[in-house]
């Protein structure tokens, strides 16, 4: 697994602190949106005025990066501020442990009241991971320990597909009448409860009360693609920034994860021009929606007196390739599916409408809120982001990790973000370099040669300086094995409960 990595430098000491000297946090989180698709991050035809108003009054990260681009891994990194494969949750049927440290525990030990309003995706026993609360519990994907979960503990060795079917893989991106009316998401997020109880807890806040961390996590913009007609009729027969009529693949990760979402199945349907509008649509009208939601949070804020006091922070788990190269979905290492927004607004900041160029990811967000909270931090594997937000400071010259061993791949899968470039491992199998700054859309390989040789070789061991892929895929199929085993006991144990 990792190797031994030196220790956060934050170490404040923790002090009794008044109410009104506290900072509260808000935190909000998408699921499955790429900042290609936000007004502030460029995008002339996407309708986000509640963020874009966000990004102007705080800092936004141009280069912030998820380290695994799949929910149930990026999120367990994202709230222990360490790697997927130090705390072996791997894929989304992995078991998040309950003896691991989070954010939630830093908090609470600073007296914060710690809630997550919405989805987490936390697989097994543990729902609270050190939060004092969780609201909404019922529109998460995991509620408690399940065997049934380990059906999707993917095996590298046999399985090639999703096994539930091309359905809500690929063609959950095609125009089919069963999402007509098929609000799943939008249900979760406003009808049944998340946004709800979100405005129902912020609204029992003063300024007067105890300081709280309050993460509104929503399932919107993820798949499968439905929103009310108001919110995208503003595009629709609007000139949207489509994909191009192309399938584009460029390694062995590709082909394997093309696989296991069905592309194949759908490839005649997904790239036609009918579908990919409706695809279109139908995704900004639900980012459309979800900014909308992002400005009631806001609003319930300022309307309780509490702006002067609240830090709001805005990212999301991983992006979405949206059709991009042929491709749905997100496991992917381009940079639709890595990178992410992330956007702090500090009261009384005197930073405002800064955009950084520093490379950053979801594992600073623990050791960030940290330091915004002024109290100590556990080991972890980020740096608090707190520098870049309140002076003009670098970072230096750093590398960002990005890995990926979950389902329809066959190897661990690693991605380097170093400079102007980006490195691909698959254990094994591959190796890819791309100049990002050059070469945005990742069209073009980079030969293996010269000067191009020398940047693989320094990405190359400084990644195999932090990681050990051999014991990450002993670690891995291990996993699989037994998850299997136990899901394929429980299912053979469901005959003593059936009744006549």
Not at 191 to 220: G, M, R, W
Not at 426 to 452: K, M
Request: charged share 25%; proline share 5%; aromatic share 12%.
């Amino acid at each position: 697994m990792q190797k031994i990595f030196k220790k956060q430098a934050l170490k404040t000491k923790q002090i009794s602190k008044k109410k009104s000297d506290s900072m509260n946090i808000l935190f909000v989180m998408a699921d499955s949106l790429s900042p290609h698709d936000l007004g502030c991050y460029g995008n002339s035809c996407a309708l986000t005025p509640n963020i874009d108003k966000l990004a102007k009054s705080g800092v936004l990260f141009n280069r912030a990066y998820c380290n695994s681009p799949l929910s149930a891994p990026s999120r367990a990194s994202m709230v222990t501020g360490r790697y997927c494969s130090e705390l072996n949750v791997f894929d989304n049927a992995n078991e998040f442990r309950g003896d691991i440290p989070t954010i939630g525990n830093v908090l609470q030990l600073a007296n914060y009241e710690t809630v997550i309003c919405g989805k987490m995706h936390f697989i097994g026993y543990d729902q609270y991971h050190g939060f004092n609360q969780r609201l909404a519990l019922e529109t998460d994907y995991s509620q408690s320990y399940d065997p049934n979960a380990f059906r999707f503990a993917y095996d590298w060795e046999r399985n090639g597909r999703n096994p539930d079917g091309p359905i809500y893989m690929a063609g959950s991106y095609v125009a089919l009448p069963r999402w007509d009316n098929h609000p799943v998401n939008g249900h979760y997020d406003r009808d049944q409860t998340i946004h709800q109880k979100a405005l129902e807890y912020l609204s029992e806040k003063d300024a007067n009360s105890d300081p709280f961390f309050c993460c509104v996590s929503y399932h919107t913009p993820h798949n499968p693609f439905w929103i009310p007609e108001k919110y995208k009729s503003s595009f629709r027969g609007k000139q949207l920034p489509f994909p191009e009529n192309a399938i584009s693949t460029h390694g062995i990760m590709d082909d394997w994860l093309n696989e296991f979402h069905h592309v194949i199945d759908c490839r005649d349907q997904l790239m036609q021009k009918e579908s990919i509008r409706w695809l279109y649509e139908t995704y900004y009208g639900m980012v459309n929606y979800l900014d909308c939601l992002i400005g009631e949070l806001v609003a319930a804020i300022d309307r309780q007196g509490l702006r002067d006091n609240t830090v709001i922070v805005f990212a999301s788990d991983h992006g979405d390739m949206l059709c991009h190269r042929g491709m749905v979905q997100k496991r992917y290492f381009y940079e639709r599916s890595v990178r992410v927004p992330l956007i702090f607004v500090l009261p009384h900041q005197l930073r405002r409408g800064v955009r950084s160029d520093e490379l950053v990811s979801l594992l600073d967000i623990t050791p960030t809120f940290a330091e915004l909270v002024k109290t100590s931090c556990y080991d972890v594997r980020g740096n608090s982001l707190v520098p870049l937000m309140t002076s003009v400071y670098s970072m230096g010259d750093r590398m960002i990790f990005c890995e990926y061993h979950g389902e329809g791949v066959h190897a661990p899968c690693f991605m380097v973000r170093h400079g102007d470039y980006k490195y691909i491992y698959v254990d094994g199998y591959e190796e890819r370099l791309y100049n990002v700054a050059d070469d945005p859309q990742e069209l073009h390989l980079l030969s293996c040669q010269g000067r191009n040789k020398s940047i693989m070789h320094a990405m190359k061991k400084e990644l195999l300086s932090q990681f050990d892929p051999h014991q990450i895929a002993i670690s891995a199929r291990q996993s699989q094995h037994d998850r299997q085993f136990i899901f394929n006991s429980w299912q053979a144990s469901q005959k003593w409960f059936k009744k006549d």
